[in-house]
């Protein structure tokens, strides 16, 4: 399997549905498939001997919810599905969330007010914390 589907030259840009964020002053773009829905800033636990990518840990709804800072702000959190499992993102400040238009030839990347929007690789972001934990005293 290759890249995302692009549109074909000369046809009219699909539409994306997600949320739209800005991280760090950059524009950044979470698809509605992954993102579930925005809540305020959580209440975050450390963990000690936890990799830096890793914020800590929040209850959320019920549920030990692991958050990931993909930026340095904090004003809400960003609740995703990945791999089955909740993820919270904080770090990003909401701009908007809605259907976007496609950037032409780029599945990947959507448009809002003339300026591309980067997407926002779940499974990168999950993958890098994954790859710097550490093993605990257990695995020894």
Partial sequence: MGGPPSSS???KPGRRGG??????EVL???????????APPPRVTTVPGSPPELFGITL????????????SGRREMVVCQHAGELVGLVGGHVVQSGSFDLVPGRADRVMHEGQPAQLIDLTTVYGRVLASARPGRWAR
């Fill in 9 to 11: 030259p000369g046809s």
């Fill in 28 to 38: 950044c773009f979470i698809p509605a498939s992954v993102a579930l829905r925005v």
């Fill in 60 to 71: 959320y709804e019920g549920v030990i919810v692991p958050i990931i800072a993909i930026g």
């Fill in 19 to 24: 949320v739209l964020l800005r991280v760090d």
